[in-house]
């Protein structure tokens, strides 16, 4: 999507899924300062480790864009990342998110059982955090007649 928006992307996981223009057996949590510029690092981060991936791409990056399960956001252990003023913005979907599966998956397709949302830290002066609805479904195509 990003890349069909004209924007250039490197993307990268640890594991080899496959994926074609995408660099693999990548650790991000080893990542050090990109040798060139990168101006956002936008991902869906494992569960497990999402403190340690926001925290450490606020380090790297101007702008981070993640995808997290929206509870990530009631968090006293999560202080360091959630206040201060970096994190400017939170996206909540307005219904819940289909399951995402692999490429090929032939199993049940359901909607997941978690709310998420897209939070977004910028480097600049602290700012108040805002948090808006948004909606993943497509826009309907208008009627005719």
Same mark, same amino acid.
């Given at each position: 999507?990003?890349?069909?928006?004209?924007?250039?992307?490197?993307?990268?996981?640890?594991?080899?899924?496959?994926c074609?223009?995408?660099?693999?057996?990548?650790?991000?949590?080893?990542?050090?300062?990109?040798?060139?510029?990168?101006? =956002?690092?936008?991902?869906?981060?494992?569960?497990?480790? =999402? /403190?340690?991936?926001?925290? /450490?791409?606020?380090?790297?990056?101007?702008?981070?864009?993640m995808?997290?399960?929206?509870?990530?956001?009631?968090?006293?252990?999560?202080?360091?990342?959630?206040?201060?003023?970096?994190?400017?913005?939170?996206?909540?979907?307005?219904?819940?998110?289909?399951?995402?599966h692999?490429?090929?998956?032939?199993?049940?397709?359901?909607?997941?059982?978690?709310?998420?949302?897209?939070?977004v830290?910028?480097?600049?002066?602290?700012?108040?955090?805002?948090?808006?609805?948004?909606?993943?479904?497509?826009?309907?195509?208008p009627?005719?007649?």
């Amino acid at each position: 999507v990003l890349r069909g928006a004209g924007h250039m992307v490197y993307a990268t996981d640890l594991v080899d899924y496959g994926c074609k223009d995408s660099e693999a057996k990548v650790d991000f949590l080893m990542e050090r300062a990109p040798s060139f510029a990168i101006d =956002a690092i936008v991902t869906n981060p494992p569960f497990k480790l =999402a /403190h340690e991936f926001v925290a /450490h791409a606020i380090k790297l990056v101007p702008k981070t864009v993640m995808l997290l399960r929206l509870a990530f956001y009631e968090s006293v252990r999560r202080s360091d990342i959630l206040d201060g003023g970096l994190l400017r913005r939170i996206y909540v979907f307005d219904k819940r998110l289909p399951m995402m599966h692999r490429d090929g998956w032939e199993g049940r397709k359901a909607n997941s059982g978690m709310a998420f949302a897209w939070f977004v830290w910028e480097w600049g002066p602290p700012t108040k955090t805002t948090i808006e609805r948004i909606s993943w479904d497509l826009p309907a195509a208008p009627k005719s007649g």
